[in-house]
């Protein structure tokens, strides 16, 4: 009793954020009728005599409050508890094959035509640099060529990095024309969604508020990309503050049919990449950004582990949740960006130094694989039908998959505390000062209101919500630790919720299309930091299969 007695009393406390926000100003004072009413928003019932002995308790709080915002606090500042997403009893993986070497053919020829490049795969784009059949200016011309015809039809690009790009094509020749070869990404442009910082160009994170906004930095995985060979040639759309597909310019298009959105948030990495405006992208992912975008538009994207990959220089939208990650043509392009993008940072606390493991020569039928069975029967999407042949297909090549559960008697309803209080926290100006309301969508689902709300999440939920996420991170463990790889549908089930709030790393690979001509998928879980064994199932399965090869008309 006593414990909840004290529960209860830490969320009255809070509840001085609610009045200051109702209120509209910090200034006007709040009163006991207002904590009294305010009760009610979180289930909670105190009498009048115990409203009178918190009441300047509450008071004190404010003043709390009022000194913390008057100290600024740096965008890159992550809070003083970090999100570990290992269970109790997980070991870190020992691997025997972590040098990954990546082979640059050399049979490739230049298409006739000239178009087929949009949709060459990083290893032959690099085969036509290296062998000096196209060179790394000519390429990086084409790409731009193609995003100024197309990005117009779909709002996938806010700003072009043309004298970047123009400039770094030059100096990549003139290495290779030394003899200077940096390896398969020498030449090979890209984009990036527009939340990770390039110093000198706009970073706009989609949203009217920064629209004019400059960091004068580089975000860690742009340095990484530059310095192995990459050529940056866009900034791609994110939905506005890493929500959906709609941003201050308008809302991305998917390519294979423009009356539909890309989905979000890393809408132009999807749409851009589908259509050939370039071979790779990266995208950032808190709840499902890297894969839905990944499936709707017909191609393969990685979400990592949580804390492979730096997330320095790129905006926070949940500090325990985000990730970075590639989005390309296949699973071999992925797994080459991420070998690059992943590894410590010492900019990000985050981050780890376990060594990403990768053997393309693995049999795949060494795999211990799982599928989720009830949940791809009870499938209700367009895809079911594709998906269902993909376990086929899978049974073909060697794999007996084995039937499992996702965690159950788990609050999933309360999971969705922690993203909205965390980005509250890292926009709590925006709020506070009203500039939330210069964004573009303003209905229920928009990502203003969902931040205006945050402000009403007692602390003690929040931290409840925590705990059982750990609960969480343990169950789901129990779950894939015997095995390497678990099958699952992209969309219609718990696992992208799951995934995202334990770290798990998963890749979205393309099944196909459904009867309205549109790309379907299947994703695929993996354990904790070894995405190498995601990558290579998902890389059998794409060269027994075509689906990553399909792409939308009308880009040539």
């Known amino acids: 009793m006593t414990f909840v007695k004290a529960s209860n009393l830490k969320l009255a406390i809070y509840l001085t954020t609610l009045f200051l926000i109702a209120c509209g100003t910090q200034k006007k004072v709040f009163t006991k009728k207002n904590v009294k009413t305010s009760q009610k928003l979180i289930g909670i019932e105190f009498s009048k005599q115990k409203i009178d002995t918190l009441y300047d308790y509450l008071q004190r709080n404010k003043k709390g409050y009022d000194s913390l915002r008057k100290y600024p606090i740096a965008d890159e500042v992550f809070p003083a508890i970090l999100f ?48 000096k059949k196209i060179s790394c200016l000519e390429l990086t011309q ?57 110093n000198n160009y706009p970073t706009t994170w989609g949203s009217e508020p920064y629209k004019n906004q400059y960091i004068k930095e580089t975000a860690t995985v742009v340095e990484r990309l530059d310095e192995a060979g990459g050529i940056l040639v866009a900034k791609l759309v994110s939905g506005a503050l890493a929500r959906g597909d709609v941003w201050f310019g308008g809302k991305t298009k998917n390519p294979w049919d423009i009356s539909k959105g890309a989905s979000g948030s890393s809408a132009g990495s999807g749409s851009a990449t589908s259509a050939g405006l370039v071979p790779f992208a990266l995208g950032t992912e808190t709840l499902g950004s890297i894969t839905s975008p990944s499936s709707k ?55 780890t130094s376990i060594p990403f493991s990768y053997n393309p020569t693995l049999d795949v039928k060494t795999l211990k694989v799982a599928y989720l069975k009830d949940d791809i029967e009870k499938d209700t999407t367009k895809g079911k039908a594709n998906l269902l042949k993909a376990i086929v297909t899978f049974k073909k090549m060697g794999i007996e998959p084995t039937p499992v559960r996702l965690p159950k008697d788990v609050p999933y309803d309360g999971f969705d505390i922690i993203l909205r209080s965390e980005s ?31 402000r009403f999440i007692p602390a003690v939920e929040y931290l409840q919500a925590n705990r059982h996420r750990q609960v969480l991170i343990e169950k789901m463990h129990q779950v894939i630790k015997d095995y390497d790889v678990l099958i699952s549908p992209s969309f219609g089930n718990k696992q992208l919720v799951i995934t995202n709030l334990t770290g798990h790393p998963v890749i979205a690979i393309p099944t196909g299309l459904d009867e309205e001509k549109l790309p379907t998928s299947l994703t695929l879980v993996g354990n904790l930091y070894d995405e190498g064994k995601i990558l290579l199932l998902a890389k059998y399965f794409q060269e027994v299969t075509d689906h990553d090869e399909l792409h939308p008309e009308g880009y040539n």
């Open 424 to 454: 509250g926290a890292f926009f709590d100006e925006l709020v506070r000062f009203a500039e939330v309301d210069a964004m573009v969508e303003q209905h229920k689902k928009s990502r203003a209101n969902s931040l205006r709300q945050s």
């Open 297 to 351: 538009n017909g191609i393969t994207g990685l979400r990592p582990t949580y804390g492979r990959v730096s997330r320095h220089g790129v905006m926070s939208l949940a500090w325990s949740m985000d990730k970075v990650g590639p989005m390309g043509r296949n699973a071999e392009d992925c797994a080459i960006v991420f070998s690059v993008i992943q590894g410590k940072d010492k900019k990000d606390k985050t981050t």
């Open 84 to 131: 570990d997403p290992k269970p109790k009893d997980f070991q870190i993986p020992s691997f025997n094959d972590t040098v990954v070497t990546w082979t640059v053919p050399d049979n490739v020829r230049m298409p006739d035509d000239l178009s087929e490049l949009a949709f060459f795969t990083i290893p032959k784009l690099a085969s036509l640099i290296k062998n």
């Open 142 to 198: 084409f790409y731009l060529n193609r995003l100024k015809k197309y990005s117009p039809k779909l709002e996938c690009t806010i700003t072009l990095t043309e004298e970047l790009a123009v400039n770094r094509a030059k100096q990549l020749d003139n290495e290779l024309a030394k003899g200077q070869y940096r390896g398969i990404l020498h030449g090979i442009p890209y984009g990036v969604k527009d939340l990770m910082s390039v």
